[in-house]
């Protein structure tokens, strides 16, 4: 492996391991009661579930991450999040915390296109065949 390979795997599995970290610490801090994300997102007008349900899809996504075959899906998963979290804050004046979501939506992009599925992978043209059966 050369190596600007073995960077590129290194850089890759930093801002991997970065942004599950980013998940695993909000999801965590989102889910008890009395958080400072239960005020928040009573403010934002959004229902009580609805902070659980983000803080068990970013918990989802970290877990995805850390698997490399799944790191789009938490990646893509993260992602859809910060879509959300940039709309909120944009709606309510808070754009303070925009950059850091910008950022974070940036990362996870690059995530998603490094680790994309198998499915969605270039590949090679096929050589031309050339027939060399005997013309009749």
Known sequence: MSKARVA?????WGVTLFLALVCL???LTKLPAGSFWERDFRRW???GWFRLTVGVAELAAFALLLV???ASYGAALFALIMLGA???HAAH???VRL???FLLLGLSLVVLYARRPHFLKRRAPA?????????A
């Open 8 to 12: 590129k795997l290194i850089g890759l």
């Open 25 to 27: 610490r909000s999801g």
């Open 45 to 47: 007008h959004y229902p």
């Open 68 to 70: 490399p075959r799944l």
């Open 86 to 88: 940039i709309y909120t």
């Open 93 to 95: 004046g808070e754009t």
């Open 99 to 101: 950059p850091f979501n």
């Open 127 to 135: 050589p031309a065949r050339i027939d060399v059966s005997p013309v």
